[in-house]
């Protein structure tokens, strides 16, 4: 039996990485609006617990993207299917990451989709060129953790 899982991301600012990756990907904000505010008003949170971002309350030090197609919960907004949650950690990052997201451009898209990347606040690290087996390039995101786009 297949199982489900996310992916899960130490951040610094969860919310403002959730934004970078959702506008990366295509992918849409979790919305955990309505399952806070029932929290609250039943007093099982206090608002320390919380934070606001862009208009929108997430549970402090967390935030997640999901694919668009996939369902998820409309209380929690949390989606059931291909989903990133961002949580915050106090220490840095100080080595490369083990594990990164490989981001694919559509056939002759690779300069553009690399340009969109900088336009949200991805930076280009170095280019990649295995001959026949293909060309991409290394970028980090806004918080410095490394990805490839092919």
Same mark, same amino acid.
């Given at each position: 039996m297949a199982l489900g899982w996310k992916l899960v991301i130490d951040s610094t600012d969860a919310p403002a990485i959730?934004?970078?990756? $959702?506008? +990366?990907?295509?992918y849409e904000v979790e919305d955990p609006g309505a399952l806070i505010e029932q929290l609250l008003t039943e007093g099982h949170i206090g608002k320390e617990a919380v934070v606001e971002h862009r208009g929108r309350?997430?549970? /402090?030090?967390? $935030? $997640?993207?999901?694919?668009?197609? !996939?369902?998820?919960? /409309?209380?929690?907004?949390?989606?059931?299917?291909r989903r990133?949650?961002?949580? !915050?950690?106090? *220490?840095? =990052?100080?080595? =490369?990451?083990?594990?990164h997201i490989d981001v694919h451009s559509e056939p002759g898209g690779l300069v553009e989709l690399v340009s969109r990347m900088e336009g949200l606040g991805a930076? /280009?690290? /170095? *280019?990649?060129? =295995?001959?026949? +087996?293909?060309?991409?390039w290394v970028?980090?995101?806004p918080e410095g953790n490394e990805f490839c786009v092919s």
């Amino acid at each position: 039996m297949a199982l489900g899982w996310k992916l899960v991301i130490d951040s610094t600012d969860a919310p403002a990485i959730a934004d970078f990756w $959702a506008q +990366a990907l295509g992918y849409e904000v979790e919305d955990p609006g309505a399952l806070i505010e029932q929290l609250l008003t039943e007093g099982h949170i206090g608002k320390e617990a919380v934070v606001e971002h862009r208009g929108r309350t997430y549970f /402090r030090g967390f $935030a $997640a993207v999901r694919h668009p197609d !996939d369902p998820f919960d /409309r209380i929690s907004g949390v989606g059931l299917g291909r989903r990133l949650l961002f949580q !915050d950690v106090p *220490e840095g =990052k100080t080595v =490369k990451n083990r594990l990164h997201i490989d981001v694919h451009s559509e056939p002759g898209g690779l300069v553009e989709l690399v340009s969109r990347m900088e336009g949200l606040g991805a930076v /280009r690290v /170095r *280019e990649v060129d =295995k001959g026949p +087996a293909g060309h991409w390039w290394v970028m980090l995101d806004p918080e410095g953790n490394e990805f490839c786009v092919s």
